[in-house]
Each structure stands twice: as C-alpha cells, then as structure tokens.
C-alpha cells in the first residue's frame, strides 16, 4: 500500500521561502502532483513531475515555485519561493495514476498535507 507523507510547512513571511518533502513509502517510482487548498476553496493544482521528470506548473506559481524528486529515495520536494499572503493553504502531494496531471481526480493517493501560512 503506497503511502504518502507531506513535511516542510510553516509560518513564513511574506517574500520568504520553505521546502515541502513527500516521502514515500510501499510503492515504485510514479508521477507526483502538488495541490494546495485555501480556506474556503476548491484544491487547485500547482505542480507535477512525471516519471520522466519533466515537470507543470500552474501559471500562478511558475517561476516562483519548483518541482523534484529523488528518485533514489522517492522523495518529492517542492520549493516555494517569494511566498505572499495569498499562497497560505494547506499543501498536499499526491500519486498521479491516468490521464492529465492538472486535474486532482487523476491522482489515486494523497498526503495529509502540510500547512503554509504566510504572513504579510
């Protein structure tokens, strides 16, 4: 049973910087998605990596955010840079399984999340 796990999250003021980390456990090597959820709102897509490591970015974070992985570890990273207010959710990794990456019902298995909280 593959499992997820999300860490890195915190309390950052606005301009700063955290590293997310998925480790993983139970599976094989797979493409990862990266979502955040606000308060009050849908989750949306930020990020992916696929097995070829070639990566997606949703407009509102490219440049700004980056997407890895590790292979030798499983691990996926996600590194937020220049964070504002507006950034603040709870981010969460999650197993690609079929189809388009930018979509949260094509991903099979999920993280519990990290919390981000950026103050201004």
């Known amino acids: 049973q593959v499992q997820l796990q999300e860490s890195g999250g915190g309390l950052v003021q606005a301009g700063g910087s955290l590293r997310l980390s998925c480790a993983t456990s139970?599976?094989?090597?797979?493409?990862m998605g990266w979502f955040r959820q606000a308060s009050g709102k849908e989750r949306e897509f930020i990020a992916a990596?696929?097995?070829?490591?070639?990566?997606y970015y949703a407009d509102s974070v490219k440049g700004r955010f980056t997407v890895s992985k590790d292979i030798a570890t499983n691990t996926g990273y996600l590194k937020l840079n220049n964070l504002q207010p507006e950034d603040t959710a709870v981010y969460y990794c999650?197993?690609?399984?079929?189809?388009?990456?930018?979509?949260?019902?094509?991903?099979?298995?999920w993280g519990h999340g990290t919390q981000v909280l950026v103050s201004s």
């Open positions: 999650a197993a690609h399984s079929s189809g388009t990456y930018y979509y949260a019902r094509n991903y099979a298995i």
């Open positions: 139970g599976g094989t090597d797979y493409a």
């Open positions: 990596i696929s097995r070829g490591m070639t990566t």
